[in-house]
């Protein structure tokens, strides 16, 4: 395992910067308060085992978005602007998207919600004027159709494009060097798959710096990320 890694190390210096960039922003009013609502239900709720995972995971999803099951209609503009500016991490999420769009170049964004996978594929056709909505890989993606995705999106025209993908349906055996961008919209609970995620973009083949961004939604009312 040593040597290994001492070889994938040595290959690995041949490729050029990595740099991991956060990114903090305070939740919007509805969020902090869907936040601050979901704790207290958690504290009344007790410290149980069961009771305090469900807590987590409504904590994450949150710190996400407050309304993650929306639904956006292909064309209706003013209803994405208004569901990116209900979250602190999403609205971060598009300010970087908006600056690797200026650059011409191309990104993964990983999130694990379906929906707001969905809600985001529409809205960025419609912000961005693309010709088509960026695809998507997640669990409802069969493996077999998953390459020939990664294939299409590896051989589009130069310039800016975007790839949604869920964690952990992407985050091992997919080489997408065509993006030089990786933004963390969800952030997984085992760092070791967050960084299979970035090494879909940082691998043999990649010849420009890759940026991995990390958007962090702050609770005005907490000292702490979320």
Not at 190 to 197: R, S
Request: glycine residues 8%; charged residues 25%; hydrophobic residues 40%.
């Amino acid at each position: 395992a040593g040597l290994m890694r001492r070889m994938k190390e040595d290959i690995l210096d041949g490729l050029p910067t990595k740099t991991i960039e956060t990114y903090q922003e305070k939740m919007p009013k509805s969020q902090a308060a869907a936040y601050s609502d979901a704790v207290a239900a958690a504290q009344s709720l007790g410290a149980s085992r069961a009771t305090m995972l469900q807590a987590i995971h409504r904590f994450r999803g949150i710190s996400l978005h407050p309304d993650l099951e929306a639904e956006i209609e292909l064309g209706d503009k003013t209803a994405f602007e208004e569901w990116v500016s209900s979250s602190a991490r999403v609205k971060l999420g598009i300010g970087i998207l908006d600056k690797i769009k200026e650059r011409g170049e191309k990104a993964l964004v990983f999130l694990e919600s379906k929906a707001a996978q969905r809600v985001l594929s529409a809205g960025l056709v419609m912000r961005y004027g693309l010709d088509e909505e960026p695809m998507i890989i997640n669990g409802e993606v069969p493996g077999s159709e998953r390459q020939p995705m990664v294939d299409r999106f590896q051989t589009s025209r130069p310039g800016f494009d975007v790839m949604i993908l869920s964690p952990r349906a992407a985050g091992i055996g997919l080489t997408i060097t065509a993006a030089n961008h990786v933004i963390h919209l969800s952030r997984w609970w085992n760092p070791a798959v967050e960084d299979q995620c970035n090494d879909r973009v940082y691998r043999i083949g990649q010849d420009k710096p890759v940026r991995i961004h990390i958007p962090m939604a702050i609770h005005p009312g907490y000292d702490q990320s979320s």
